[in-house]
């Protein structure tokens, strides 16, 4: 797993060398490579390495704001949380990413004292280290609850393992069994999972969601939105409010498009059976969804 993986565009290849240099620089590791080896697919190699990064960089520039990978690497950081974006050039960030603070370092040149390539420096490390100086004058933490203490002074003396033990299987039992009726009401024919705020059953949504959403055929997706697995809430949210504005939106499972980022809730039109079709339907949906972009999924 990389501490940080680097995304940009091939025509910035010489200037993202001195980044890397200065992040693996502070002892981090640092994915940038793009070349795929051979026996490997861009889902095996790029798309674990994007998933399992604690950081995601993105370099944008002149060229990186049109790329679509570029674009759709950032979405991951987005959606993940993780997401560090910074300017190479004086340039504004693609729809949908703007209200991200990006580090301008288009002036910084490598070796070279630079103010703002500092608080780079020191927000990664924030991010990914902890900073001392983050927890000045934060309270000290509280001592952890002693659970074999809880009855001491009470008949004068520990609660029983053996009591507590029977309690902890009960309750075990008594949540499978919820989530076991969820389950099987939920797959039943002819009826839809209504999930209960008050219960935590993501298995169960999954397999719904899933069911109801995927289509076959087709293969260019337009991409509305994407989220992360524990916001499916989020997302249908997004696909409500899209269906309501006239958009024939669905939610799909990102794993069952093998071009696609992995383990990602997506928002989306189609499929569509030719880049045209969806380069058509982009062009109307884009009145609604200004960063939504094409994707070939399959």
Known sequence: MADIFLSYSREDEARIKGLVTEFEAQGWTVFWDRRIPAGETWRSYIGAALRDARCIVVAWSASSIESQWVAEEADEGKARKVLVPVLLDQVQAP??????????????????????????????????????????????????????????????????????SLFVALLSVFAIGIVGYFVVTSLRPGKQYVPSPSIPLQV?????????????????????????????????????????????????????????TPNLWVVALGPFESREAASAALSRARATIPDAYAKLGR
């Open 95 to 164: 729809r949908g990413f703007r209200e991200i603070q990006a580090a301008d370092i288009s002036e910084w040149q490598p070796g070279q004292p630079s103010e703002r390539f500092t608080e780079l420096i020191g927000d990664l490390r924030r991010l990914l280290e902890g900073s001392p100086e983050s927890r000045v004058g934060m309270p000290p933490a509280k001592p952890p609850i002693d659970l074999e203490r809880k009855d001491e002074g009470q008949a004068g003396g520990r609660s029983s393992p053996g009591r507590r």
């Open 204 to 260: 169960a949504r999954d397999r719904a969601v899933t069911r109801d959403v995927t289509r076959s055929g087709g293969s260019w997706l337009i991409i509305a939105g994407s989220f992360s697995r524990d916001e499916l809430q989020s997302a249908e949210r997004h696909q409500l409010r899209l269906s309501r504005a006239g958009l024939g939106t669905s939610v799909i499972d990102s794993n069952d498009y093998p071009l696609l």
